[in-house]
T-cell receptor, first 115, second 109 residues
Framework: NAGVTQTPKFQVLKTGQSMTLQCAQD?????MSWYRQDPGMGLRLIHY???????DQGEVPNGYNVSRSTTEDFPLRLLSAAPSQTSVYFC??????????????FGSGTRLTVV | QQPVQSPQAVILREGEDAVINCSSS?????VHWYRQKHGEAPIFLMI?????EQKGHDKISASFNEKKQQSSLYLTASQLSYSGTYFC??????????FGQGTRLTINP
């Protein structure tokens, strides 16, 4: 199994540009989340989803959109990139509690630089 | 709201013990612990549920006190491979996993 696949691995954007970070998992997990990681800040939750068609905001949702049309995919959209969005982005998925060991599997990350 | 971890950084010699603490101002359903090596994705270590249980993973164990809204990670007889950044994650609202800021652990020979 591939697990959680994120693309691209690296991206440089200009301020004001938009883009979509892709995340796909092949483990039939219901839960999926997006985190950003900045030095000294840990992993901060951007958006999460508990199933297809259901999404909710995390701690730092401003400037990001998500949708969940299928169980497998959970793309993260940057509407108008700003230098403050320079970060490493991780996508993670897990089964629902009670349907297997409840642990998150993380993708390898996308390193985004906004200039 | 992010849980608070302490200390922020620890430096040990191989074979020494360490304790990493995690506390939250919100009621906890469960606590997750993850380890991240530099440049890699976080890897799941263990989950603790209500009941004050302790769990172990090799020489790494953890406790969870839901009344105090705290969890501690214990690393015994540390090995070089234990180096990395450790994150606790607290489950809020039964669905949302929120992580602390991390504790950087350095093990020297």
């Amino acid at each position: 199994n591939a697990g959680v696949t994120q693309t691209p691995k690296f991206q440089v954007l200009k301020t004001g540009q938009s883009m979509t970070l892709q995340c796909a998992q092949d483990m039939n997990h219901e839960y999926m989340s997006w985190y950003r990681q900045d030095p000294g800040m840990g992993l901060r939750l951007i958006h999460y989803s508990v199933g297809a068609g259901i999404t909710d905001q995390g701690e730092v949702p401003n400037g990001y959109n998500v949708s969940r049309s299928t169980t497998e995919d959970f793309p993260l959209r940057l509407l108008s990139a700003a230098p403050s969005q320079t970060s490493v982005y991780f996508c993670a998925s897990s089964p629902q509690p009670g349907q297997g060991p409840w642990s998150y599997t993380f993708g390898s990350g996308t390193r985004l630089t906004v200039v | 709201q992010q849980p608070v971890q302490s200390p922020q950084a620890v430096i040990l010699r191989e074979g020494e013990d360490a304790v990493i603490n995690c506390s939250s101002s919100k009621a906890l359903y469960s606590v997750h612990w993850y380890r991240q090596k530099h440049g890699e994705a976080p890897i799941f270590l263990m989950i603790l549920l209500k009941g004050g249980e302790q769990k172990g993973h090799d020489k790494i164990s953890a406790s969870f006190n839901e009344k105090k809204q705290q969890s501690s990670l214990y690393l015994t007889a540390s090995q070089l491979s234990y180096s990395g950044t450790y994150f606790c994650g607290t489950v809020q609202g039964a669905q949302k996993l929120v992580f602390g800021q991390g504790t950087r652990l350095t093990i020297n020979p």
